[in-house]
Nanobody
Framework: QVQVVESGGGLVQAGGSLRLSCTVS????????MGWFRQATGNEREAVSC????????YYDDAVKGRFTISRDNSKNTLYLQMASLKPEDTAIYFC??????????????????WGQGTQVTVSS
């Protein structure tokens, strides 16, 4: 059974930083491209950042480029998202997803992806 567990969310002031973590079990972690998605209240889930199996290819949404950094540690089955210079518009539930479609200029969810319960990030102004 695949388990995806996100952690690291919280309440932070604008301009602050947070690091999200996502630990995956039940699958061969380095077989999969991974991604972070977020969903704000009333909005659809959107891709934030994705990374291929070995970390050599990444995708960032324009809204987070230069502020967020995605990384992975395959020895620990863990995905990270370092978030800096946070803005109130970054407020959302952040979801980690395994088995995403990653290409040049895009990152998509797949029907057979795996995701967790999410972690809330709230940025106050």
């Amino acid at each position: 059974q695949v388990q995806v567990v996100e952690s690291g969310g919280g309440l932070v002031q604008a301009g602050g930083s947070l690091r999200l973590s996502c630990t995956v079990s039940g699958l061969t972690f380095d077989d999969y491209a991974m991604g972070w998605f977020r969903q704000a209240t009333g909005n659809e889930r959107e891709a934030v950042s994705c990374i291929n199996w070995n970390g050599e290819r990444t995708y960032y949404d324009d809204a987070v480029k230069g502020r967020f950094t995605i990384s992975r540690d395959n020895s620990k089955n863990t995905l990270y998202l370092q978030m800096a210079s946070l803005k109130p518009e970054d407020t959302a539930i952040y979801f980690c997803e395994a088995n995403v479609g990653l290409g040049t200029g895009y990152c998509d969810r797949r029907a057979n992806g795996y995701w967790g319960q999410g972690t809330q990030v709230t940025v106050s102004s």
